[in-house]
C-alpha cells in the first residue's frame, strides 16, 4: 500500500499518524474523565506532533533531493 | 464551541488525509501540494487547537473534578443543607458558577493562576493514579488558602464592605485585604468541606 517513492511514502506515514491522531482526539472529546484528558494530552498530543513533523521533514526532504539534481 | 462541530471537522480532517494516505500521487500537481499543506498540516493543527480548548473548558467543570472517586465526599459538601457551610452556600446560592464550582474557588486569581491550576490537577492525576492517595477527610491544600480568591468577587461589594461584622473592628477589613487575617482560618468562615462530619449531615435535594 505504501508507496515506493520517498516523498509519497512520508506523506503516506505522516496521514497515517495524523489519522490516529484525530481518532484519538474525537474519542478523548467523547469521554468526560480525567484519563480522557491525560490520553489527549499525551498520546493524541505526541501522534499530532509526530504527524505533523514528519510532513514538515517531507517537505524540507523533496527540497533536498531537487536542489541535489 | 460544540463538541459536535470539533468532531464534525475531525471527520472531514479524516477523510481528507485519507485522499493522500491512498492516493499520494496528487501532491505532483500545485494544488494538490496546497491541498496536502491543508490537511497535513493546516487541518490538524486547527482540530487540535479546538481539541485543547474544549478540553481544558470541560476540565474546569464540576463534573470534571467530581469525576475522581476521592473527590466524591467533596461534591456532596456542596449540598449540605446549612448556611454555615461556606462552599455550599455559595453553591447552592449561585454566588459561584455551579458547573464550575470547584474551578472558580480554587484556581489562583494571579496572572498564571489558570496554569498553575492546570499543573495542580496533573498532580491529583499522578497522586490519584500512581501514588498512595490520602483519605478524602486528610487532604489538604498545597498552600494556606489566599484572601485573594475571596476577594475576587467580594471586594467591593456592599455586603462585604458594609457587613456589621466586618466593619465593627476597623483593623479587620484592611488586614483581611491584606491577606494577614484570613477569611477562613481565623475562625469566621471556617467551615468549608466539612467531609468528616457528613454522616450527620441534612442535605440539600434540588437542582442546580
Same mark, same amino acid.
Request: proline share 8%; glycine share 8%; net charge positive.
Given at each position: 500500500m505504501l508507496s515506493t517513492s520517498p516523498l509519497e511514502r512520508k506523506l503516506q506515514l505522516s496521514g497515517i499518524i495524523l489519522i490516529l491522531g484525530l481518532v484519538v482526539e474525537s474519542l478523548c472529546l467523547l469521554g468526560h474523565g480525567p484519563i480522557a484528558f491525560m490520553l489527549f494530552v499525551g498520546l493524541g498530543g505526541v501522534l499530532f506532533a509526530a504527524g505533523i513533523l514528519v510532513y514538515l521533514y517531507s517537505l524540507v526532504g523533496a527540497n533536498a533531493e531537487t536542489v541535489k539534481q | 464551541m460544540p463538541i459536535f462541530l470539533i468532531l464534525l471537522l475531525i471527520v472531514f480532517s479524516i477523510f481528507l488525509i485519507g485522499v493522500f494516505v491512498f492516493r499520494p500521487q496528487i501532491t505532483s500537481t500545485r494544488g494538490g501540494k496546497m491541498t496536502a499543506f491543508l490537511a497535513l498540516f493546516a487541518l490538524p493543527l486547527l482540530c487540535l487547537g479546538m481539541g485543547t480548548s474544549s478540553e481544558l473548558e470541560h476540565a474546569k467543570s464540576t463534573e470534571f473534578c467530581l469525576s475522581c472517586h476521592i473527590m466524591e465526599p467533596y461534591g456532596k459538601t456542596l449540598r449540605v443543607d446549612d448556611?454555615?457551610?461556606?462552599?455550599?452556600?455559595?453553591?447552592? @446560592? +449561585?454566588?459561584?458558577?455551579?458547573?464550575?464550582?470547584?474551578?472558580?474557588?480554587?484556581?489562583?486569581?494571579?496572572?498564571?493562576?489558570?496554569? &498553575?491550576? &492546570?499543573?495542580?490537577?496533573?498532580?491529583?492525576?499522578?497522586?490519584?493514579?500512581?501514588?498512595?492517595?490520602?483519605?478524602?477527610? @486528610?487532604?489538604?491544600?498545597?498552600?494556606?488558602?489566599?484572601?485573594?480568591?475571596?476577594? +475576587?468577587? +467580594?471586594?467591593?461589594?456592599?455586603s462585604f464592605e458594609e457587613g456589621a461584622v466586618h466593619t465593627a473592628d476597623p483593623d479587620l477589613l484592611p488586614a483581611v485585604k491584606a491577606n494577614k487575617t484570613s477569611c477562613i482560618s481565623s475562625g469566621c468562615h471556617g467551615v468549608v468541606h466539612d467531609v468528616a462530619s457528613l454522616k450527620d449531615a441534612k442535605f440539600w435535594k434540588g437542582s442546580n
Open positions: - | 448556611p454555615q457551610h461556606l462552599a455550599a452556600a455559595h453553591f447552592q @446560592n +449561585h454566588r459561584v458558577p455551579a458547573n464550575e464550582a470547584c474551578y472558580t474557588c480554587h484556581t489562583n486569581y494571579a496572572m498564571f493562576g489558570g496554569i &498553575k491550576a &492546570k499543573f495542580g490537577g496533573l498532580r491529583h492525576i499522578y497522586v490519584y493514579y500512581l501514588g498512595t492517595p490520602p483519605a478524602p477527610e @486528610n487532604i489538604k491544600l498545597y498552600e494556606p488558602y489566599n484572601n485573594r480568591e475571596c476577594l +475576587h468577587c +467580594h471586594a467591593g461589594a456592599r
